[in-house]
């Protein structure tokens, strides 16, 4: 194992003159580096935020340590950085006290794993060392918890611990362990800090929790996260409100099953919250969200679950989408992402920031709740501004209802008039690409008797494809960008359809005839296919005859295309999906109306 604070006597050798030379030499091409003209202080701060911050890394991990031996200048400054060694590396007790001079009187940053090294307990450093503790990071099954904080419940105060995070790494969903109320002394270091006006700090729980209503360490806090706590630990909604109201602070606040239970509840501001988390049942998010008032601009996350209620897709649609949405301001937003996998989720987000607030259904993934949560969103928020969408994982099996599914493409396309850029993931969606083929034939005035717009031509009995002055309408007038990621366009959606492949090309040609008759922007500028597959197929016309594409992998077809005639073949792709399609609600009235079905008028 490698050493990098002492050094073996008996390996160090008389250095001759030839070698000092030598030396000196690499020290002065060291020095004429870029990188050497960086200043001290920045050179400190980046070996600083190369320190683990894993419970797990410290006790293997020890590559951040290299930057003392790469060159004199580096390990001068690592040398003169007391926060780069003020994480202590427990399993190494030789090194540690060398890291404790080092780090001469900063705070000090333990973290422990009790699990995995139970040797190592850092009680003793602890006891010795309070005054100088900032961060206490401990991982420990529950029965060495259990000792380890009876040990420290009368410790000293710790002024400088700002920073407090405790996990119980074999908690069953019964058990639950209380800490001690006043542990390192909190409420003396609350009581001193009050002269200076020092508040701010960060405690995290996980299956643990300290008594409420009593312990100082709920309050005047910057971050606060709450991690599957038992229920009977959990406050009463009124007990927790009053408990956050004392950290009027509150950046950011995280609940994973965690909520309070019911009681009386009262208003509670938190004006600068950046971000809020809640994991819990339908029931006690809508309760937290209501009672919570923070600024437009905070990031809200709530991930809905399903337990103890009849009917819990209904409650999240009636009651959670709402309540979410009430807190989402509509100039937070212009990108919206919709994923269906093994959850339902929906981020808001706006295109110059890298954060988002997110709506999750935990445990539901098939067509119908997706078709539910999305409708929800859809009737809650305002999609005024939103120029990209994101659709991933929405290939779901053909619903049995495919009216309902079509309905909603084209209720949600002529709701986001100002959309701009589609994202599409892994496959299209059910019915989308068939669904948007329909469309823009249809305003160059090619139908078909077995479509489904020809069928229904009104709400309520189907989408309605006339506005009310009886002008077409269309699904995305302003789309102009199609980013396909990871996508076969090889594949169908039956043994029967066209290839997404041939639908693709068609619906393009489509937009661009449309936009030359309409004099409109209808057409698609740009298409981008990233890691797609069977991109150029043969005895198909090229995707760039109809826009600009873009792609890390497109190949170029190997048949002449100026013989072709587009026209016709897009029509006659447009024919077969439609005659290929399944009856609506199992209806066989499509089946009727046959070949002369297809007019072009």
Same mark, same amino acid.
């Given at each position: 194992?490698?050493?990098?604070?002492?050094?073996?006597?008996?390996?160090?050798?008389?250095?001759?003159?030839?070698?000092?030379?030598?030396?000196?030499?690499?020290?002065?091409?060291?020095?004429?580096?870029?990188?050497?003209?960086?200043?001290?202080?920045?050179?400190?701060?980046?070996?600083?935020?190369?320190?683990?911050?894993?419970?797990?890394?410290?006790?293997?991990?020890?590559?951040?340590?290299?930057?003392?031996?790469?060159?004199?200048?580096?390990?001068?400054?690592?040398?003169?950085?007391?926060?780069?060694?003020?994480?202590?590396?427990?399993?190494?007790?030789?090194?540690?006290?060398?890291?404790?001079?080092?780090?001469?009187?900063?705070?000090?940053?333990?973290?422990?794993?009790?699990?995995?090294?139970?040797?190592? &307990?850092?009680?003793?450093?602890?006891?010795?060392?309070?005054?100088?503790?900032?961060?206490?990071?401990?991982?420990?099954?529950?029965?060495?918890?259990?000792?380890?904080?009876?040990?420290?419940?009368? +410790?000293?105060?710790?002024?400088?611990?700002?920073?407090?995070?405790?996990?119980?790494?074999?908690?069953?969903?019964?058990?639950?362990?209380?800490?001690?109320?006043?542990?390192?002394?909190?409420?003396?270091?609350?009581?001193?800090?009050? +002269?200076?006006?020092?508040?701010?700090?960060?405690?995290?729980?996980?299956?643990?929790?300290?008594?409420?209503?009593? &312990?100082?360490?709920?309050?005047?806090?910057?971050?606060?996260?709450?991690?599957?706590?038992?229920?009977?630990?959990?406050?009463?909604?009124?007990?927790?409100?009053?408990?956050?109201?004392?950290?009027?602070?509150?950046?950011?606040?995280?609940?994973?099953?965690?909520?309070?239970?019911?009681?009386?509840?009262?208003?509670?501001?938190?004006?600068? %919250?950046? !971000?809020?988390?809640?994991?819990?049942?339908?029931?006690?998010?809508?309760?937290?969200?209501?009672?919570?008032?923070?600024?437009?601009?905070?990031?809200?996350?709530?991930? +809905?679950?399903?337990?103890?209620?009849?009917?819990?897709?209904?409650?999240?649609?009636?009651?959670?989408?709402?309540?979410?949405?009430?807190?989402?301001?509509?100039?937070?937003?212009? #990108?919206?992402?919709?994923?269906?996998?093994?959850?339902?989720?929906?981020?808001?987000?706006?295109?110059?920031?890298?954060?988002?607030?997110?709506?999750?259904?935990?445990?539901?993934?098939?067509?119908?709740?997706? %078709?539910?949560?999305?409708?929800?969103?859809?009737?809650? %928020?305002?999609?005024?501004?939103?120029?990209?969408?994101?659709?991933?994982?929405?290939?779901?099996?053909?619903?049995?209802?495919?009216?309902?599914?079509?309905?909603?493409?084209?209720?949600?396309?002529?709701?986001?008039?100002?959309?701009?850029?589609?994202?599409?993931?892994?496959?299209?969606?059910?019915?989308?690409?068939?669904? !948007?083929?329909?469309?823009? !034939?249809?305003?160059?005035?090619?139908?078909?008797?077995?479509?489904?717009?020809?069928?229904?031509?009104?709400?309520?009995?189907?989408? +309605?494809?006339?506005?009310?002055?009886?002008?077409?309408?269309?699904?995305?007038?302003?789309?102009?960008?199609?980013?396909?990621?990871?996508?076969?366009?090889?594949?169908?959606?039956?043994?029967?359809?066209?290839?997404?492949?041939?639908?693709?090309?068609?619906?393009?040609?489509?937009?661009?005839?449309?936009?030359? $008759?309409?004099?409109?922007?209808?057409?698609?500028?740009?298409?981008?296919?990233? &890691?797609?597959?069977?991109?150029?197929?043969?005895?198909?016309?090229?995707?760039?005859?109809?826009?600009?594409?873009?792609?890390?992998?497109?190949?170029?077809? #190997?048949?002449? %295309?100026?013989?072709?005639?587009?026209?016709?073949?897009?029509?006659?792709?447009?024919?077969? !999906?439609?005659?290929?399609?399944?009856?609506?609600?199992?209806?066989?009235?499509?089946?009727?109306?046959?070949? $002369?079905?297809?007019?072009?008028?």
């Amino acid at each position: 194992m490698m050493d990098f604070f002492h050094l073996d006597q008996a390996t160090i050798a008389v250095e001759s003159a030839a070698e000092r030379e030598e030396r000196e030499k690499r020290m002065y091409q060291n020095e004429r580096a870029a990188i050497s003209r960086f200043p001290p202080e920045i050179m400190a701060n980046i070996f600083v935020h190369c320190v683990p911050t894993a419970i797990g890394s410290l006790s293997y991990d020890f590559s951040w340590l290299n930057a003392t031996r790469v060159c004199h200048r580096w390990r001068h400054i690592a040398l003169a950085c007391p926060e780069f060694w003020s994480t202590l590396i427990l399993s190494r007790p030789k090194w540690t006290q060398v890291m404790l001079a080092r780090s001469k009187m900063v705070p000090l940053v333990i973290r422990t794993d009790l699990e995995q090294n139970p040797d190592n &307990s850092p009680e003793p450093l602890l006891l010795g060392n309070v005054s100088r503790l900032g961060t206490l990071d401990i991982l420990a099954p529950q029965s060495l918890l259990r000792g380890f904080m009876a040990n420290l419940e009368h +410790a000293d105060p710790a002024p400088r611990l700002n920073d407090l995070k405790i996990v119980i790494s074999d908690a069953e969903p019964d058990d639950f362990e209380w800490i001690p109320e006043n542990l390192f002394g909190r409420n003396e270091v609350l009581e001193s800090r009050k +002269a200076e006006r020092r508040f701010g700090g960060r405690l995290h729980l996980e299956h643990c929790a300290f008594p409420w209503g009593n &312990s100082s360490w709920y309050s005047h806090l910057a971050h606060l996260h709450l991690a599957y706590i038992n229920e009977t630990q959990r406050p009463s909604m009124e007990v927790f409100l009053t408990t956050i109201s004392g950290s009027p602070n509150l950046q950011t606040l995280t609940l994973v099953r965690a909520c309070p239970v019911t009681g009386r509840a009262f208003h509670v501001g938190l004006p600068r %919250l950046v !971000m809020l988390t809640v994991e819990d049942c339908v029931s006690s998010i809508c309760q937290l969200l209501t009672h919570l008032d923070f600024p437009g601009t905070t990031i809200v996350n709530t991930f +809905a679950t399903h337990s103890n209620d009849p009917d819990p897709i209904k409650s999240i649609c009636q009651d959670v989408i709402p309540v979410f949405s009430d807190h989402l301001s509509y100039h937070q937003y212009d #990108t919206v992402r919709i994923k269906c996998s093994s959850s339902f989720s929906c981020s808001f987000h706006h295109s110059t920031r890298d954060y988002s607030p997110i709506f999750k259904s935990v445990d539901s993934s098939d067509w119908p709740h997706t %078709l539910r949560f999305t409708e929800a969103l859809r009737d809650c %928020l305002n999609f005024s501004n939103i120029t990209t969408l994101h659709l991933e994982g929405c290939s779901l099996p053909l619903p049995k209802d495919l009216f309902s599914c079509l309905s909603f493409w084209d209720s949600l396309g002529r709701m986001l008039n100002n959309l701009e850029i589609l994202h599409l993931y892994r496959s299209f969606p059910t019915q989308l690409l068939e669904f !948007m083929l329909t469309q823009a !034939m249809l305003l160059i005035n090619v139908t078909h008797g077995r479509s489904y717009f020809h069928k229904f031509t009104s709400p309520p009995n189907g989408p +309605a494809f006339r506005g009310p002055d009886g002008s077409l309408t269309h699904a995305w007038p302003k789309l102009q960008c199609m980013v396909l990621h990871r996508i076969e366009l090889g594949g169908r959606q039956s043994c029967h359809t066209p290839r997404y492949g041939d639908l693709l090309r068609a619906f393009l040609w489509a937009r661009r005839e449309g936009a030359l $008759e309409k004099n409109g922007t209808l057409s698609i500028w740009q298409l981008q296919l990233k &890691s797609c597959f069977n991109i150029s197929l043969n005895k198909s016309p090229s995707l760039r005859l109809f826009t600009d594409v873009i792609s890390d992998k497109i190949e170029r077809p #190997t048949l002449p %295309l100026v013989d072709m005639d587009l026209c016709a073949y897009s029509v006659q792709v447009f024919r077969k !999906m439609v005659e290929d399609q399944p009856p609506v609600n199992g209806s066989e009235q499509q089946q009727q109306n046959s070949e $002369e079905d297809l007019y072009d008028s």
